[in-house]
């Protein structure tokens, strides 16, 4: 029994010290920089209203200076008659092109969700 526990303990020990250098050798490859930071993230919100027979209307969301976007969406009023032609990031922030499907004025929300990041490179499609 007591073999067993000292096993143990070596074991263990040799598995955190594995561990550290792990995660030391992780942090000098860079790979923390291409992370989203530790800060906040922050949701920011734009809107805009439509009626049926209009042209489709672009709602549009733009990050705070500083932000990048990591991801987003549109909520339409209707969900039963309105259509979302498209929801897309933009290299500011969240864009989507709605069509109301009734007479009656409808409002559309975009919703940009932003956060800070170390290193950032290309740029989303749009």
Known sequence: MIVAVIA???ALGGTAVAAKQISLSALANGAKNKTVGVGKLTYVSG???GKANDPPVTVTATCPAGTHVIGGGVKVEDPAADFIDDSYPTASGWQARVSAGSDT???FIATAICGVSRSVTGAPAG
């Open 47 to 49: 809107t805009a209203t």
């Open 105 to 107: 004025t409808h409002t």
């Open 8 to 10: 143990l303990v070596v």
